[in-house]
């Protein structure tokens, strides 16, 4: 089976820096990737990793141990816009398998 | 990056009537598309992956009577929600994965979701 798990909430503050956690079990690893999702609307593409290793993209970044089953999403420089939710997906054999999801409240 | 559309956006229906939701890529082939639901505030469920001339693989727990999958074409799969109740209403999101051109990371390409009501 699939198993994947996130903190379910998470508040910070604008300006500071955050970290989702992520672990997965799964039956095969083709890639882990992260989105961003805001209330009514679908999710939009933060990163992909399928190596070990971190992944910058401007304010934000991925970071992947497959030995450990584990990732996170760095988030810096917080703005308020960044309030979402953050899923955490792990593609094990051409679909998507979705972790339930982080709800992230910056507050000024 | 790739665009996929969904059709409607927004529908309210009254209970025992069937609603038709259209998932389209527009500048790619998608030989698989995936339905997903989504409930308030939890995380998208995988209903099905809906292959091109082929039937949908359903997810365990979901009905396959009651949401028909068809992915007529490389471009279109259409989820039709059968004799819907007011437990159906959700959020229905599709996605597409392109297999050619330039989707090094293999991404899934989501549409805007459809917001389904049911009376």
């Known amino acids: 089976g699939q198993n994947i798990d996130q903190p379910t909430e998470m508040t910070a503050t604008e300006g500071a820096i955050v970290q989702i956690n992520c672990t997965y079990q799964t039956s095969g690893f083709n890639g882990l990737f992260w989105y961003q999702q805001h209330a009514g609307e679908a999710p939009t593409f933060l990163s992909y990793n399928v190596l070990d290793g971190l992944e910058e993209k401007g304010r934000f970044s991925s970071f992947l141990s497959r030995s450990k089953g584990y990732s996170y999403l760095l988030l810096k420089e917080l703005q308020m816009k960044d309030s979402a939710s953050y899923l955490c997906?792990?593609?094990?054999?051409?679909?998507?398998?979705f972790g339930g999801g982080t709800r992230l409240m910056v507050k000024p | 990056g790739a665009v996929v559309s969904q059709h409607p956006s927004r529908v309210i229906c009254k209970s025992g009537t069937s609603v038709k939701i259209e998932c389209r890529s527009l500048d790619f082939q998608a030989t698989t598309m995936f339905w997903y639901r989504q409930f308030p505030k939890q995380s998208l469920m995988l209903m099905a992956t809906?292959?091109?001339?082929?039937?949908?693989?359903?997810e365990q727990g979901v009905e396959k009577d009651k949401f028909l999958i068809n992915h007529a074409s490389l471009t279109l799969s259409t989820l039709t929600v059968t004799s819907a109740h007011p437990e159906d209403s959700s959020f229905y999101i599709c996605?597409?994965?392109?297999?050619?051109?330039?989707?090094?990371?293999?991404?899934?390409?989501f549409g805007p979701g459809t917001r389904l009501t049911v009376l």
């Open positions: 809906s292959n091109e001339g082929s039937k949908a693989t359903y």
């Open positions: 996605s597409a994965r392109d297999r050619g051109g330039e989707n090094l990371n293999n991404e899934q390409f």
């Open positions: 997906a792990v593609d094990a054999g051409n679909m998507l398998t």
